[in-house]
C-alpha cells in the first residue's frame, strides 16, 4: 500500500518500474513489436530535438536532414571506410546531425516563425537531393545497406540482432532522457523558454537570443543524428526518404501529437504513432494517412497540450484514489 | 557627483520628424533624474538612443566616459545601463520566480550554461531576496500574466535591478498602476535603487510622482529638452506649463 501512496508519474520508482517494463518486454512481446518499439524509440529521440526547440517557439520542418545526416554517417563509415564497430558509429551519428546543425544554424538562428519553418525544410530538401542524384556516392533512391557491425569487437548473432537493436535504442533512450531532463530544467534550457515569451527581454538583460537558438538548434541536430544513427542500426538500409519533407513532417506530427510540456512526451508521441500508423496501414493499406489525419484531429481537440497532457488526468486520479484510500 | 551619462548633439530623426533634435544633457552619479513631455516629445525615443534599441542620426552618447554610440542592447546592458518598459517586457507564461531565476542566471553569466540546473540553490535565494525586497515574496510561485499591472510593472523594474546596473532607466513605472498602489510602488522602488546607490532616471507623465520622487526634471517637447533644473523650478516655467502641462 506505502508504495501505491508514493507512486507518482515522473517520480524516480515511476521511471524504475517503466525502465524495468522496456527491459523486461522481449520476454512478453512478440519480435515485430519489439522492432516498433525500438523504432518508436529511435524516432523518438529525433522528436526531442523538436521538442526542445517547439520550447523556444521554433518548429523545425528539417529535423529530417539531421536524421538522415546521422544514418548516412554510419552507413558511409559502414560501407567506404569499413569502421565496424558500433561504439564508433553511435557518436559519429550524434557528431553528423551537431556538425550539419552547427552549419546550418548559422543562418537558421536570424529567422523565427514560418520562415524558420520553412528555410530548414529547404535544407533538408537539398540533402534529400543531393543523396537522391549523387548515384555513385550515396546510393541514390535505392540508398545504402548497413553491413554487419561489431559492438566491442564482437558480432551479435543474426538471430539476436533484433534484441540488440532494441537494447541499444532503450539505453540511448534512457540516456537522452537524463540529457533532455537536465536540459530543460538548466539555464539554457529556461532561457529558451525566455526566448519564445519575450526576445526583447532576454536582449536587455544582457544575454544573446540569437546564441540561445544557435546552442538548442546544435544540440537538437545532434539528437536528430543520433536518432537517425539509430534507425540506420534498426532498419538495415538507409534511403533518401530519410531527408525528405515528409520525414521532417512526422516529426512534428509526433511532437504535436506526444506534447511539448515533458522530455518524456516525444517517446509516449512516437510509441503511440508508431502503433497507430502500423495498424493503420494493416487495416487501411489506401487511406492510412487519412486515419492518421484523423487521429491528429483528436488529439488537437481533446488533447491540445498532446498525449502526455493525459498524464495529469490519471495524476488526478490517482490522487483521489490514494486519498480514498487513506480514508 | 560625477557625471555618469552625458549626450552630446543628440539627434534621431525618423524621415522629416525630428523625435530627438540636438539633446545635450548630463546626468551626475545618484541623481533620482524625471523626465515629463507630452506623446511624442521624445522621452522614450531618448531612453531607446541610450539603451541601444535606436542608432542616433547623429550625435554622441557617453556613459562613464566610454563612447557607447552604436552599441547594441546587450553590449549596454554589459556596460551597466539597465531599462524597464513602458509595456512591462517579461516571460507572461513563467512564474515570478522562474523570471527571477533567469534574471539572475543571466547576470551571473551562466545563461548558457545546458548542465546547471536554474534551481540552484544560491540562485533561488538571490532571487527570492530580490522578490522580498520589492514586496513579491508572497507571489514567487505566481505566473506573471496572473499579476495585476502594478506588480507586472514593479517585476519588469526588478529584472532590470538583478543586473546590478549604475544606471536605471524607467519608461513610465507607475502608468497602469492604482492611484493607491502608485505612491507605494515608487516608494519601494526608489529606496531600494537609492540603497543600491542606483543613478535612476525615469520617464513620467503623472505630476505627482515627478513632484514627489525626482530631485531634477528635464522638460521635453518636440524633440528639445525645454527646461532641466529642480522640481520646482521646471514645473514653475511657463513654456513647461503651455507645452507639457497644458496650463497659463
Given at each position: 500500500?506505502r508504495?501505491?501512496?508514493?507512486?507518482?508519474?515522473?517520480?524516480?520508482?515511476?521511471m524504475?518500474?517503466?525502465?524495468l517494463?522496456?527491459?523486461?518486454a522481449?520476454?512478453?512481446?512478440?519480435?515485430?513489436i519489439?522492432f516498433?518499439?525500438?523504432?518508436?524509440?529511435?524516432?523518438?529521440?529525433?522528436?526531442?530535438?523538436?521538442?526542445?526547440?517547439?520550447?523556444?517557439?521554433l518548429?523545425?520542418?528539417?529535423?529530417?536532414?539531421?536524421?538522415?545526416a546521422?544514418?548516412?554517417?554510419?552507413?558511409?563509415?559502414?560501407?567506404?571506410?569499413?569502421?565496424?564497430?558500433?561504439?564508433?558509429?553511435?557518436p559519429?551519428?550524434?557528431?553528423?546531425?551537431?556538425?550539419?546543425?552547427?552549419?546550418?544554424g548559422?543562418?537558421?538562428k536570424?529567422?523565427?516563425?514560418?520562415?524558420?519553418?520553412m528555410l530548414?525544410?529547404?535544407?533538408?530538401?537539398?540533402?534529400?537531393?543531393?543523396?537522391?542524384?549523387?548515384?555513385?556516392?550515396t546510393?541514390?533512391?535505392?540508398?545504402?545497406?548497413?553491413?554487419?557491425f561489431?559492438?566491442?569487437?564482437?558480432?551479435?548473432?543474426?538471430?539476436?540482432?533484433r534484441?540488440?537493436d532494441?537494447?541499444?535504442?532503450?539505453?540511448?533512450?534512457?540516456?537522452?532522457?537524463?540529457?533532455?531532463?537536465?536540459?530543460?530544467?538548466?539555464?539554457?534550457?529556461?532561457?529558451?523558454?525566455?526566448?519564445?515569451?519575450?526576445?526583447?527581454?532576454?536582449?536587455?538583460?544582457?544575454?544573446?537570443?540569437?546564441?540561445?537558438?544557435y546552442?538548442t538548434?546544435?544540440?537538437?541536430?545532434?539528437?536528430?543524428?543520433?536518432?537517425?544513427?539509430?534507425?540506420a542500426?534498426?532498419?538495415?538500409?538507409v534511403?533518401?526518404?530519410?531527408a525528405?519533407?515528409?520525414?521532417?513532417a512526422?516529426?512534428?506530427f509526433?511532437?504535436?501529437?506526444?506534447?511539448?510540456g515533458?522530455?518524456?512526451?516525444?517517446?509516449?508521441?512516437?510509441?503511440?504513432?508508431?502503433?497507430?500508423?502500423?495498424?493503420?496501414?494493416?487495416?487501411?493499406?489506401?487511406?492510412?494517412q487519412?486515419?492518421?489525419?484523423?487521429i491528429?484531429?483528436?488529439i488537437?481537440f481533446?488533447?491540445?497540450?498532446?498525449?502526455?497532457?493525459?498524464?495529469?488526468?490519471i495524476k488526478?486520479?490517482?490522487?483521489?484514489?490514494?486519498l480514498?484510500l487513506?480514508? | 557627483?560625477?557625471?555618469?551619462?552625458?549626450?552630446?548633439?543628440?539627434?534621431?530623426?525618423?524621415?522629416?520628424?525630428?523625435?530627438?533634435?540636438?539633446i545635450n544633457?548630463?546626468?551626475?552619479?545618484?541623481?533620482?533624474?524625471?523626465i515629463?513631455?507630452?506623446?511624442?516629445?521624445?522621452?522614450t525615443?531618448l531612453?531607446?538612443?541610450?539603451?541601444?534599441?535606436l542608432?542616433?542620426?547623429?550625435?554622441?552618447?557617453?556613459?562613464r566616459?566610454?563612447?557607447i554610440?552604436?552599441l547594441?542592447?546587450?553590449?549596454?546592458?554589459?556596460?551597466?545601463?539597465?531599462?524597464?518598459?513602458?509595456?512591462?517586457q517579461?516571460?507572461?507564461?513563467l512564474t515570478?520566480?522562474?523570471?527571477?531565476?533567469?534574471a539572475?542566471?543571466?547576470?551571473?553569466?551562466?545563461?548558457?550554461?545546458?548542465?546547471?540546473?536554474?534551481?540552484?540553490?544560491?540562485?533561488?535565494?538571490e532571487?527570492?531576496?530580490?522578490?522580498?525586497?520589492?514586496?513579491?515574496?508572497?507571489?514567487?510561485?505566481?505566473?506573471?500574466?496572473?499579476?495585476?499591472?502594478?506588480?507586472?510593472?514593479?517585476?519588469?523594474?526588478?529584472?532590470?535591478?538583478?543586473?546590478?546596473?549604475?544606471?536605471l532607466?524607467m519608461?513610465?513605472?507607475?502608468?497602469g498602476?492604482?492611484?493607491?498602489?502608485?505612491?507605494?510602488?515608487?516608494d519601494?522602488?526608489?529606496?531600494?535603487?537609492?540603497?543600491?546607490?542606483v543613478?535612476?532616471?525615469f520617464?513620467?507623465?503623472?505630476?505627482e510622482?515627478?513632484?514627489r520622487?525626482?530631485?531634477?526634471?528635464?522638460?521635453?517637447?518636440?524633440?528639445?529638452?525645454?527646461?532641466?533644473?529642480?522640481?520646482?523650478?521646471?514645473?514653475?516655467?511657463?513654456?513647461?506649463?503651455?507645452?507639457v502641462?497644458?496650463?497659463?
Amino acid at each position: 500500500m506505502r508504495f501505491l501512496e508514493n507512486f507518482k508519474i515522473g517520480s524516480p520508482t515511476a521511471m524504475m518500474v517503466g525502465i524495468l517494463l522496456f527491459i523486461t518486454a522481449p520476454l512478453f512481446l512478440s519480435n515485430w513489436i519489439i522492432f516498433v518499439l525500438a523504432m518508436a524509440l529511435a524516432k523518438g529521440i529525433v522528436v526531442l530535438g523538436v521538442v526542445l526547440l517547439l520550447r523556444g517557439g521554433l518548429i523545425s520542418f528539417g529535423h529530417g536532414l539531421y536524421c538522415a545526416a546521422g544514418a548516412y554517417a554510419v552507413a558511409f563509415a559502414l560501407n567506404r571506410w569499413h569502421i565496424r564497430e558500433a561504439l564508433f558509429l553511435i557518436p559519429l551519428s550524434l557528431l553528423a546531425g551537431g556538425g550539419m546543425a552547427a552549419l546550418t544554424g548559422l543562418l537558421l538562428k536570424r529567422y523565427r516563425g514560418i520562415f524558420f519553418a520553412m528555410l530548414s525544410l529547404a535544407f533538408s530538401m537539398i540533402l534529400y537531393t543531393v543523396l537522391f542524384k549523387f548515384y555513385d556516392v550515396t546510393g541514390g533512391t535505392d540508398g545504402m545497406p548497413i553491413p554487419p557491425f561489431t559492438i566491442l569487437g564482437i558480432h551479435p548473432a543474426t538471430e539476436n540482432l533484433r534484441l540488440f537493436d532494441y537494447y541499444l535504442a532503450l539505453i540511448l533512450t534512457i540516456g537522452v532522457l537524463y540529457l533532455g531532463r537536465r536540459f530543460t530544467a538548466s539555464s539554457l534550457g529556461y532561457l529558451m523558454q525566455a526566448v519564445r515569451y519575450n526576445e526583447i527581454r532576454v536582449e536587455y538583460m544582457g544575454t544573446s537570443v540569437g546564441r540561445a537558438i544557435y546552442l538548442t538548434y546544435v544540440f537538437s541536430g545532434a539528437l536528430g543524428g543520433l536518432g537517425g544513427g539509430l534507425v540506420a542500426f534498426i532498419v538495415g538500409h538507409v534511403a533518401p526518404q530519410l531527408a525528405y519533407w515528409t520525414a521532417s513532417a512526422d516529426f512534428v506530427f509526433v511532437a504535436v501529437l506526444g506534447g511539448a510540456g515533458n522530455v518524456f512526451a516525444p517517446f509516449l508521441g512516437s510509441i503511440v504513432f508508431e502503433f497507430v500508423k502500423n495498424y493503420a496501414v494493416k487495416f487501411s493499406p489506401n487511406t492510412w494517412q487519412m486515419t492518421l489525419g484523423g487521429i491528429l484531429l483528436l488529439i488537437i481537440f481533446f488533447l491540445p497540450q498532446g498525449v502526455w497532457s493525459l498524464n495529469e488526468t490519471i495524476k488526478k486520479k490517482v490522487m483521489q484514489w490514494q486519498l480514498s484510500l487513506k480514508q | 557627483m560625477a557625471v555618469i551619462l552625458k549626450t552630446v548633439s543628440l539627434h534621431k530623426n525618423f524621415g522629416m520628424v525630428k523625435a530627438v533634435d540636438n539633446i545635450n544633457l548630463s546626468i551626475n552619479g545618484e541623481e533620482v533624474v524625471g523626465i515629463v513631455g507630452t506623446n511624442g516629445s521624445g522621452k522614450t525615443t531618448l531612453l531607446n538612443l541610450i539603451t541601444g534599441y535606436l542608432q542616433p542620426t547623429s550625435g554622441e552618447i557617453r556613459f562613464r566616459d566610454n563612447n557607447i554610440t552604436g552599441l547594441s542592447p546587450r553590449e549596454v546592458i554589459g556596460l551597466g545601463i539597465a531599462r524597464s518598459f513602458q509595456i512591462p517586457q517579461l516571460y507572461t507564461g513563467l512564474t515570478v520566480l522562474e523570471n527571477m531565476l533567469i534574471a539572475v542566471a543571466t547576470r551571473s553569466g551562466k545563461s548558457w550554461d545546458p548542465w546547471t540546473p536554474l534551481n540552484k540553490n544560491s540562485w533561488v535565494e538571490e532571487a527570492l531576496g530580490i522578490l522580498r525586497q520589492f514586496g513579491f515574496e508572497s507571489d514567487a510561485r505566481q505566473v506573471v500574466a496572473n499579476l495585476p499591472e502594478g506588480g507586472r510593472k514593479l517585476l519588469d523594474v526588478a529584472l532590470s535591478f538583478v543586473l546590478k546596473p549604475k544606471l536605471l532607466l524607467m519608461d513610465e513605472p507607475t502608468s497602469g498602476v492604482s492611484v493607491k498602489e502608485k505612491f507605494a510602488v515608487m516608494d519601494a522602488l526608489l529606496n531600494t535603487l537609492k540603497d543600491a546607490g542606483v543613478t535612476a532616471v525615469f520617464v513620467e507623465h503623472d505630476v505627482e510622482i515627478v513632484e514627489r520622487y525626482a530631485e531634477r526634471v528635464l522638460a521635453f517637447d518636440n524633440g528639445r529638452v525645454i527646461a532641466d533644473g529642480t522640481v520646482n523650478v521646471v514645473l514653475a516655467d511657463k513654456s513647461v506649463r503651455q507645452a507639457v502641462l497644458g496650463v497659463d
